[in-house]
Nanobody
Framework: QVQLVESGGGLVQSGGSLRLSCAAS????????MGWYRQAPGKQRELVAS???????NYADSAKGRFTISRDNAKMTVSLQMNSLKPEDTAVYYC????????WGQGTQVTVSS
């Protein structure tokens, strides 16, 4: 069983920044693509960003230019730096280890006030 523990969420004003971090409990973190999903109230869960084991990144259009995903395979951590935050970024953010099966963290709330 894999455990993913997120941290770094909170309340921030529009235009501010937050950094989310996720720590994994199992060594096969190093071979899995990691991602950050988010779910806002009344909306479907969406993939915000992902990063392969080799460092290839992908971003949702809404995140491009503002968010940066990174990983440290030695520390088994993945981070999401979020800048220029907007109220529409308000959501619960989940760290996900993608694969078969996927593993999900418990989520961390991000609230951006206008």
């Amino acid at each position: 069983q894999v455990q993913l523990v997120e941290s770094g969420g909170g309340l921030v004003q529009s235009g501010g920044s937050l950094r989310l971090s996720c720590a994994a409990s199992r060594s096969f973190f190093n071979i899995r693509t990691m991602g950050w999903y988010r779910q806002a109230p009344g909306k479907q869960r969406e993939l915000v960003a992902s990063i392969s084991r080799g460092g290839t990144t992908n971003y949702a259009d809404s995140a491009k230019g503002r968010f940066t995903i990174s990983r440290d395979n030695a520390k088994m951590t993945v981070s999401l730096q979020m800048n220029s935050l907007k109220p529409e970024d308000t959501a619960v953010y989940y760290c996900v280890m993608l694969g078969s099966p996927d593993y999900w963290g418990q989520g961390t709330q991000v609230t951006v006030s206008s």
